[in-house]
Each structure stands twice: as C-alpha cells, then as structure tokens.
C-alpha cells in the first residue's frame, strides 16, 4: 500500500493514462507511456514549476493534463475497525489545448464537450472512460464530478499563459 496523501492522485493519473479517448484528445496514437508524458502534478516542467515556463513553452507543451491535488487538505474518518481509516478529498484536473483562432468559441467548446464526454463516459467496452474505469483496482474510486468549461484565456493572462482553451474537472472522493 502506498502513501494514503499520493495514492489519489496517482489512481487518477492511472486513470487517464490508461483511457483511450484522453489519448485521442492528446492527438496521439494510444501508448500508456507516451500518455503519461502529457500528465503533470502540481506544475509543469522539469521541475514541476509552472511559473518557470513561458506562454511559448507552455503552448509547445499543449495539450496536456495537470492535476493539482487537494488545496482544501484530506479528510480521513474512522471506520469502525481499530485503525483503519478511509480518506476523501478532491483533485483538480485541468485540461489545456492551444486554441486555434481560425475556429470559432463555439467549435472549441463543442469539440471539447465531445472529447471530455467520450473520456468521461464512452459507449466502447473495449476503450472504456473514466467513469466507467472508476470502479477497477487500481484506479479513483470518485464519487462525485464537477466539469467546468473554463474556455479561452483572458486576454491579460495571454502573456504568461497563452492562447489556451481549457476545460475544469473537479474529482470528489
């Protein structure tokens, strides 16, 4: 058994790794090495330092997933067992793909509810989404999931993080 504070988020980024429909919004032909390598935690770059990286850097890097673990701390409740322990917390998971001025906010809004639904929830058995992954071993067992359509950066936020649009998931467990 691992660490009871990474353990969350990890199975998260298990998750994604491993849904064949993150690796199609990625635009990469699926390969559960190759998909991780677009999964950051708590910051991007080398080393781990979102604010060390330029709007060109950070543009280079698109599309991509950042999981920032619980900013609200961990909440572990005592089961009736003598020390056992069960956890809940959040993660935020922020997906972010350059935004192509030739289409309009509506098609990028559109093409991204298409995509984050098909990660969510896809009707193949054979390339499942999270939701349908959330109840394997191994994997975040959430209960509860807030999708937010943040949509295209704020034009004084363009310097330092480019011409990004970008989609909230917020991961109850």
């Known amino acids: 058994m691992g660490n009871v504070l990474t353990e969350p988020v990890e199975a998260l980024a298990a998750m994604f790794r491993d849904c064949r429909p993150f690796a199609d919004w990625l635009g990469i032909p699926w390969n559960a090495a190759e998909t991780a390598r677009r999964i950051y935690v708590d910051g991007i770059g080398n080393n781990g330092d979102a604010?060390?990286?330029?709007?060109?850097?950070?543009?280079?890097?698109?599309?991509?997933?950042?999981?920032?673990?619980?900013?609200?701390?961990?909440?572990?409740?005592?089961?009736?067992?003598?020390?056992?322990?069960?956890?809940?917390?959040?993660?935020?998971?922020?997906?972010?793909?350059?935004?192509?001025?030739?289409?309009?906010?509506?098609?990028?809004?559109?093409?991204?509810?298409?995509?984050?639904?098909?990660?969510?929830?896809?009707?193949?058995?054979?390339?499942?989404?999270l939701m349908e992954m959330a109840n394997t071993a191994g994997y975040l067992a959430f209960e509860h999931l807030d999708v937010s359509f943040i949509g295209r950066t704020p034009p004084e936020s363009l310097i330092d993080y480019g011409d990004a649009y970008d989609v909230l998931l917020v991961f109850e467990y």
Do not use: C
Request: positive net charge; without cysteine.
């Open 51 to 129: 604010e060390t990286m330029n709007a060109e850097q950070l543009a280079a890097t698109r599309p991509f997933l950042l999981l920032y673990p619980d900013q609200r701390g961990y909440r572990f409740k005592r089961d009736a067992m003598p020390n056992r322990y069960s956890g809940n917390g959040q993660i935020l998971a922020v997906l972010s793909r350059s935004y192509d001025a030739t289409k309009s906010h509506t098609d990028h809004w559109r093409e991204m509810a298409d995509a984050v639904g098909k990660i969510l929830s896809n009707s193949d058995p054979a390339n499942p989404g």
